[in-house]
């Protein structure tokens, strides 16, 4: 690959977390990194369609970035560092795989 590893962990961290304050801003009831009431999954009961909709589409990308997670933070209120650090160390790790999967294919298609 052309990136370098640490160029493609700290893009993937920046993507994540954007992608986790983005759907939780549209999907939620408040602009939110982490939501507070523990709503991991914003917009799933959602009586306005587009919101449920997205919420189904989005659904999947969900449950691989955060979906192990939630239980871990069992704490209403938790120090948001916590959360941060938290989440970082479990992306960062799937960036590691994604990385090392992604330059075995580049690999193999270029014999």
């Known amino acids: ?5 640490i160029k493609f962990v700290i893009f993937f961290l920046v993507s994540a977390f ?6 939780n801003s549209l999907l939620g009831a408040e602009v939110r990194l982490f939501p507070v009431n523990g709503e991991w999954f914003p917009g799933a009961e959602s009586p306005i369609a587009w919101k ?3 919420s ?3 659904y999947p ?6 979906g192990p ?3 871990l933070f ?11 650090f938290g989440f ?3 992306w960062a790790a799937i960036a590691l795989v994604l990385y090392y999967l992604l330059g075995k294919l580049i690999i193999r298609k270029k014999s």
């Open 52 to 54: 449920s909709t997205v």
């Open 69 to 71: 997670l939630p239980p």
């Open 56 to 58: 189904t589409i989005l």
């Open 1 to 5: 690959m052309q990136i370098s590893r």
């Open 18 to 23: 954007a992608f986790q304050f983005i759907t």
């Open 88 to 90: 970082a160390l479990y």
């Open 61 to 66: 990308i969900k449950i691989v970035l955060i």
């Open 74 to 84: 069992t704490d209403p209120d938790p120090a948001p560092p916590i959360l941060v």
